[in-house]
């Protein structure tokens, strides 16, 4: 799926092309000034789940679980994964890299499944995109779940782990990513993985903490 001309557009001017610190294997727009986008983009679109541009930034967990699955391809090496609340992509575009059969990201704001595909495409590859609100169960028949910094209203922590238990009981393997300050959806299985990692490029008072890798359900 392309991005529309007017949606390129607009990424590209508040956004550049470089790499994340943890991951500089993927390709991504980000912001140029991290200030500056909040305000560029509200004024600019119309669609409210539109003006917070989280797809933006790289967060901690989205670098933490990409740069896990490059380092351990067998995670998804031949199997399908969806990657939910996928922000700029950066998980999907991780996987097939590590050599995932395929990737579905997921998001519900429109402007950031443009901004994968202009990524996805600068990284030349192919991910499939969905913009519905899948926490309602539906994964995709995927082999492998991941979710990054997700968690950040109250009412996010009920819905991601009834669809992470709903994932898991279906079969799929879920890795769960975020900052190690982060309230954790559902009790992990295991601590995978763990990272010095911030916001990037940085935004006002943000610090070095660690992104974590866990398997959950």
Request: with cysteine.
């Given at each position: ?80 994964v969806l990657d ?51 926490l309602g169960g ?7 779940v991941l979710l ?70």
């Amino acid at each position: 799926m392309a991005t529309s001309t007017d949606d390129a557009a607009l990424i590209r001017r508040f956004c550049q092309l470089g790499t994340a610190p943890l991951v500089p294997e993927v390709s991504l727009y980000l912001a140029r000034h991290s200030l500056d986008i909040w305000q560029g983009i509200e004024l600019s679109v119309n669609d409210d789940a539109a003006r917070r541009p989280y797809w933006a930034f790289a967060w901690p967990g989205g670098q933490a679980k990409a740069r896990y699955l490059i380092d351990n391809p067998a995670e998804v090496a031949g199997k399908r994964v969806l990657d939910i609340g996928a922000g700029s992509g950066i998980g999907a575009i991780a996987a097939l890299r590590a050599g995932a059969r395929s990737a579905i990201a997921n998001d519900i704001d429109p402007l950031a499944l443009s901004a994968i595909a202009l990524n996805a495409a600068a990284n030349g590859c192919e991910v499939e995109l969905a913009g519905e609100d899948l926490l309602g169960g539906d994964h995709r028949g995927a082999d492998v779940v991941l979710l990054s910094d997700v968690v950040y209203e109250p009412e996010l922590l009920v819905r991601v782990a009834r669809f992470i238990e709903t994932a898991a009981a279906a079969g799929a393997s879920v890795l769960y990513a975020d900052r190690s300050t982060a309230r954790l959806p559902l009790p992990p299985r295991a601590r995978l993985a763990s990272y010095d990692a911030q916001v990037f490029p940085v935004l006002e008072a943000t610090h070095f903490e660690q992104g974590i890798v866990w398997r959950l359900a």
